[in-house]
Every structure is written in structure tokens, then in C-alpha cells.
T-cell receptor
Framework: EAGVVQSPRYKIIEKKQPVAFWCNPI?????LYWYRQNLGQGPELLIR????????DSQLPKDRFSAERLKGVDSTLKIQPAELGDSAVYLC???????????????FGPGTRLTVL | KQEVTQIPAALSVPEGENLVLNCSFT??????LQWFRQDPGKGLTSLLL?????REQTSGRLNASLDKSSGRSTLYIAASQPGDSATYLC?????????FGAGTTVTVRA
């Protein structure tokens, strides 16, 4: 079974430039998460989707961050404009979802390491 | 707000020694607890998930215990190997949101 796929794996940009990250979850997983992991810390949730609906975006900095999951499968996270403090690893995860009846174990992708210069 | 703490932040042991990694959390009303492994520059690999109704979970050389009343979980790795060197993260689920600790970085010396 294929795992969570993310691209690109690495991205280096100048501050004030836009950047986008892509995620394809495990097939059949209804729930998709975006996390941000700063160096030496654990990941922090940015947004959670149930199918195409963003059910928890309380931690997403909406002035510069946006996300979409138009068909309830793959998702894109965008930052515009990027700031120096956005340098981090952006992780995507998926789980079967609320209606699956199975445990909410989350499976993570390899992440995108963003460096803002 | 759920706070998750992992102590120690780093650990170095000789090969063959058993590893004991600690995780504590402040709110005992949890849905489940997951232990993850993270290799440098990589994503997170799920090791074990313990449901709130369970007290322990085992997989091969790994055993994780959960004591909700005291807000603690312990990950045991038996007979450590150099390949076990990684950062181990504990995460507590409040419904569908995971709150992570900062991790324990383990080095197993050959």
C-alpha cells in the first residue's frame, strides 16, 4: 500500500515569495492533516480536513496561509508571502476518518523542508 | 490546552541495553496515544497506538504502557541496536487532534 506522498521534498525561497506544498493521502483515507514542525520541536496542527471540508483551521495563520482539498483527495497548502519565520518542515498526514469506525491512527508523509532566505 | 513533555531530551546507550522513554501529559481525557519514530530529515513513522481503554501495546521489541490517571506513558525498546538511533515522539489525541512532545533523541552506540 502506498503511503502519504508529498512534494516537493525541499524548497528554498526568498522572503515575500509564494510557495505551495502538495499532498496525496493514503487511498481511502477521508481525513487529511497539515502540520508544521519547527526545529527541535514536535509537529503542530495547522488544519484538518474531513473529505473536502476544513473542520479545524483554528491554528492556520489565515493572513498568509491557505489550503484546499477540492475533490476530497489530494491537498495543497500555500504560503503567500513567505516570511523568515516560516522556515520549517511541513508534514501531511492522513487517517481513515470519523465514519470509518476504525481507530484514528495517523500516517505521515516525508514532509517538505522549507527554507526562507 | 494539552501539554506533552518528554524526558530526557536525549539519551545515549551502548548496544544491547534496554531503552526506557518517558512521556507525560496534563489532560487525562485522551482518545489515544501514539508513539512515532523520526529519522533525520524524514517524516514520522507510527510505532504503536494505545487506545484510551488499553494499558499497553506490544510490537516486536517495542512495548508501550499507558497510565491515564497519572498522565504517563512509557516506551520500552528491548535489546537496543544501532538502527534504533532516531528521535522518538509521543503524541496524545484529544478527539482527532494530536498534541506532540518535543521528542527524545536516542543514540545507540555500537
Amino acid at each position: 500500500e502506498a503511503g502519504v506522498v508529498q512534494s516537493p521534498r525541499y524548497k528554498i525561497i526568498e522572503k515575500k515569495q509564494p510557495v505551495a506544498f502538495w499532498c496525496n493521502p493514503i487511498s481511502g483515507h477521508n481525513t487529511l492533516y497539515w502540520y508544521r514542525q519547527n526545529l527541535g520541536q514536535g509537529p503542530e496542527l495547522l488544519i484538518r480536513y474531513e473529505n473536502e471540508e476544513a473542520v479545524d483551521d483554528s491554528q492556520l495563520p489565515k493572513d498568509r496561509f491557505s489550503a484546499e482539498r477540492l475533490k476530497g483527495v489530494d491537498s495543497t497548502l500555500k504560503i503567500q508571502p513567505a516570511e523568515l519565520g516560516d522556515s520549517a518542515v511541513y508534514l501531511c498526514a492522513s487517517s481513515p476518518g470519523e465514519t470509518s469506525g476504525v481507530t484514528n491512527e495517523q500516517f505521515f508523509g516525508p514532509g517538505t523542508r522549507l527554507t526562507v532566505l | 490546552k494539552q501539554e506533552v513533555t518528554q524526558i530526557p531530551a536525549a539519551l545515549s546507550v551502548p548496544e544491547g541495553e534496554n531503552l526506557v522513554l518517558n512521556c507525560s501529559f496534563t489532560d487525562s481525557a485522551i482518545y489515544n496515544l501514539q508513539w512515532f519514530r523520526q529519522d533525520p530529515g524524514k517524516g514520522l513513522t507510527s510505532l504503536l497506538l494505545i487506545q484510551s481503554s488499553q494499558r499497553e501495546q506490544t510490537s516486536g521489541r517495542l512495548n508501550a504502557s499507558l497510565d491515564k490517571s497519572s498522565g504517563r506513558s512509557t516506551l520500552y525498546i528491548a535489546a537496543s541496536q544501532p538502527g534504533d538511533s532516531a528521535t522518538y515522539l509521543c503524541a496524545v489525541a484529544d478527539d482527532y487532534k494530536l498534541s506532540f512532545g518535543a521528542g527524545t533523541t536516542v543514540t545507540v552506540r555500537a
